[in-house]
């Protein structure tokens, strides 16, 4: 009886072992077709470019309206076809001024193709600054290493140097202002637009030009302060914020790129709070409150090519008279 009795209960052990084995084979099956399936969906997601529109009463009372393009994190490589049309598209809204926050590249090669597809917007007044991904190529990092802090915390393992000169020259050529640590006035509609811009904060590489300067009595005629930058890091907002600015343009976030439906960003890849990686909301520091326009951005690293929860954007924003 005993031997039957351990045959039985040998048995018994056996099933049971064989029965976790198939619900730890199903478990990690299920995750990884969910896995599959979220990746398939980023994938997908990457190329549902969307327009979010804005509206804000920042000019001078009795202004025209100002229709401003906000552009941000293209991230370009060549051969992307559909990202290119949906670019070139955007010039058939007619928008008075064009801003472009950086991080324009993302391949060795994109200049050209790049520029090709702006080509439509070109003939637009417009402004930049540029991101890291003006300067530098990215290169792959371990995704985990981005919910610990920003990327800039982890050394590149060598820097791989894109044209940016290149780059520069073209928008140059059409007439769009370079802002990197530089100021200028830019007339339109009317109001006269004071534009003061940083180089990549992400890089530690800001350095203040304040406002531009003109002739005596340049302050009492009709105009607004606009600061554009390209990583949105609080001790660049602050600036602003004191030194008077009425309205901030950044980019960088991709908006958090992967996101939760329901909650938003895990990260900003910066110091900014992640409930403001993407959007209009107001900042404030020093009893100021100033409009900040985060853009969700366009595109992507080539190395992680996907979107979930968080669709590339460009961003229209029409100024009121206040």
Known sequence: MAA????TTAARVSAALGTGARRTALLAGMGLSAGLAAAAYGWWEKD????????????????????????????????????ARWLAGLADLEPDLVVNTGDNLSHT????PLLT??????R???????GSNDYYAPTLRNPASYLVGPSSRTPLPRKIALDWPALFAG???????????RSQSVPLNGVRL?????????LGRERYAEWPRGAS??????????AVIHAPYQRVLDHFADAGAQLILAGHTHGGQLCIPGYGALVSNCDLPTWRAKGLTDWENSGRTVPLNVSGGIGTSRFAPVRIACRPEAVLLTLLGA
């Open 48 to 83: 549902q470019f969307t327009l979010r529109e804005e509206t804000l009463r920042v000019l001078p009372a009795g202004s025209r309206p100002l229709r401003v393009l906000h552009l941000s994190d293209i991230h370009f490589v060549p051969g992307q076809a559909a990202k």
């Open 4 to 7: 039957t009795g351990g045959r």
């Open 124 to 130: 637009f007044p417009g402004v930049f600054v540029p």
């Open 109 to 112: 090669g994109a200049v050209p």
């Open 171 to 181: 928008f140059g050529e059409a007439g769009w202002i370079n802002l990197t640590n």
């Open 117 to 122: 597809a702006l080509r439509p917007l070109l």
């Open 194 to 202: 004071d534009f003061s811009g940083v180089d990549d904060p992400h």
């Open 217 to 226: 009595g340049h302050d009492e005629k009709p105009h607004l302060k606009v």
